[in-house]
């Protein structure tokens, strides 16, 4: 802030002089005027979550590079990490994140808040899934719990991998999780489908899973599969390909694996490990 005053005064000669003197702002050590800080919430100032969310994180943007700490205005709704600004959802209710960021040599202190809602567990096919980035196909419990599906491929078209050794998996719901853990402990390649989808947010939820032949084929029949048996467009699929299954072929598990057309939800069990042409989707469960 700029601070002036006027003085006159009369010299000899009786010649007139007026100056102005003037002052800057100054922070609380007296330096030059200090720049505005901002915080944008990259969510909005009102974010709706349920209950059974994995951690969540309200993105900053801003100017300012002072250092931020975050608190929650209801612990018994949610905690927040005070230097990451991750939240932890702990019961139903409503709660005010506050971010404040603190004054630098060159910028002003600021604060923002954004208003927390959770509301109970319960979910719905087609929706958002716990993990903010999966969508529910299946659920069970009246949708307490259930299966999410990635909204994006963890790969395009390419190998199953693991062929000439069979890893004796499964094939119907809820085999998925222990199909991939097999296939890993007989196939470490970091490049075969199981370990892709293992690793898919390995430092977030850590449980993603390459799905068996009937999860795979419930994610076609729940969410993909349109009134006239095509590909709806929801999640994105392929409509041109096949995504792989974590089930071997019962005839040639050693060599084959089972895959699933997503253009009209057709099953294959006679894939060759090695086939280049198959599209990968993690699921995971909830």
């Known amino acids: ?18 100056f102005t003197a003037c002052s800057t702002g100054s922070n609380s050590n007296g330096d030059t005027a200090l720049l505005p800080s901002t915080i944008v919430f990259q969510d909005g100032a009102e974010v709706s979550l349920k209950l059974n969310h994995g951690p969540y ?6 100017d ?18 005070a230097t990451t600004g991750v939240v932890s959802l702990v019961g139903v209710g409503t709660t005010v994140i506050t971010a404040v960021k603190a004054e630098t040599a060159t910028h002003e ?5 954004y208003t927390l809602t959770v509301t109970d567990g319960i979910y719905s096919i087609g929706e958002t899934g716990p993990s903010g980035v999966g969508l529910v196909f299946y659920i069970t419990d009246g949708g307490l719990h259930g299966l999410e599906v990635a909204s994006t491929d963890q790969r395009g078209p390419g190998i199953w991998g ?36 293992r690793n898919y ?6 449980d993603w899973y390459l799905p068996s032949r009937d999860e795979l084929n419930a994610v ?37 694996a089972q895959s699933q057309y997503f253009a009209d939800g057709t099953m294959r069990t006679y894939n060759n490990k090695f086939d280049a042409g198959g599209y990968i989707r993690a699921i995971r469960a909830f």
Do not use: H
């Open 201 to 206: 947010r390995a430092a977030i939820e850590g």
């Open 64 to 81: 300012g590079t002072g250092a931020i700490t975050y608190t929650s205005g209801t612990l018994a709704t949610a905690t927040v990490n």
């Open 1 to 18: 802030m700029k601070i002036c005053q006027t003085f006159s005064g009369i010299l000899l000669l009786a010649t007139a002089l007026t």
């Open 162 to 197: 693991g062929w000439g050794t069979e890893s004796g998996t499964g094939t119907a719901l809820g085999t998925g999780s222990a199909n991939t853990t097999a296939i890993i402990a007989t196939n470490s390649t970091s490049t075969t489908a199981a370990s892709i989808c």
């Open 57 to 62: 994180t309200n993105a900053v943007t801003g």
């Open 220 to 256: 076609w029949v729940n969410l993909v599969k349109s009134a006239g048996g095509t590909n709806n467009g929801v999640g994105g699929f392929s409509a041109g390909g096949f995504y792989w299954t974590s089930s071997e072929d019962t005839a040639d598990p050693t060599n084959n």
């Open 109 to 113: 202190a600021v604060s923002e808040s």
